[in-house]
T-cell receptor, first 110, second 115 residues
Framework: QKEVEQNSGPLSVPEGAIASLNCTYS??????FFWYRQYSGKSPELIMS????GDKEDGRFTAQLNKASQYVSLLIRDSQPSDSATYLC??????????FGKGTRLSVIA | EAQVTQNPRYLITVTGKKLTVTCSQN?????MSWYRQDPGLGLRQIYY???????DKGDVPEGYKVSRKEKRNFPLILESPSPNQTSLYFC??????????????FGAGSRLTVL
């Protein structure tokens, strides 16, 4: 059973702080890693993808991948109340479909 | 506008009354998939399709059927809905299922209630 684990939260951070979201996965052959953001009652939307070890930055978002330790993380700098949402980690284990974690709920307090 | 369109967005039905949730994409994507989302359980895959006439079971296929007769459409069929199928359903598509081209685009969701 391929698994993707996330802390369900809620993770509460003050406005302007760095939010750190973590995800671990079980399948070592996983090749593609994604972070989706989902506002309550809405559909998930892609915010970051990462395919190789290291950091990938896009604006206030940084994805970090460590394949040896089988974890991927998402940092949100200068967190805003509009970042309050559930963040879904998704992992593609080889040629099988994407596997989603259950999500971490982030609350940014103004 | 590139999008995945689901209908209906909201539906209340009764046990045993067959229903179909339609899904259509206009991006010429090969891969399409259905998920259900329930509190505390996250997104769970019901069925997926790698291409026309190719479908496969996901993690929770019981009680559902799908077909992929055309590339753009991937309807989800509930032959005899039961209350445990009350959920929020998402259709999603991507260019292919392969690495590097498998960013999913989601539909807006269909909230189904079975009484």
């Amino acid at each position: 059973q391929k698994e993707v684990e996330q802390n369900s939260g809620p993770l509460s951070v003050p406005e302007g702080a760095i939010a750190s979201l973590n995800c671990t996965y079980s399948d070592r052959v996983s090749q593609s890693f994604f972070w989706y953001r989902q506002y309550s009652g809405k559909s998930p939307e892609l915010i970051m993808s990462i395919y190789s070890n290291g950091d990938k930055e896009d604006g206030r978002f940084t994805a970090q991948l460590n394949k040896a330790s089988q974890y991927v993380s998402l940092l949100i700098r200068d967190s805003q109340p509009s970042d309050s949402a559930t963040y879904l980690c998704a992992v593609k284990p080889g040629n099988t479909p994407l596997v989603f974690g259950k999500g971490t709920r982030l609350s940014v307090i103004a | 506008e590139a999008q995945v369109t689901q209908n209906p967005r909201y539906l209340i039905t009764v046990t045993g009354k067959k229903l179909t949730v339609t899904c259509s994409q206009n991006m010429n994507h090969e891969y399409m998939s259905w998920y259900r989302q329930d509190p505390g359980l996250g997104l769970r895959q019901i069925y997926y399709s790698m291409n026309v006439e190719v479908t496969d079971k996901g993690d929770v296929p019981e009680g559902y059927k799908v077909s992929r007769k055309e590339k753009r459409n991937f309807p989800l069929i509930l032959e005899s809905p039961s209350p445990n199928q009350t959920s929020l359903y998402f259709c999603a598509s991507s260019l292919t299922a392969g690495s590097g081209a498998n960013v999913l685009t989601f539909g807006a969701g269909s909230r189904l209630t079975v009484l």
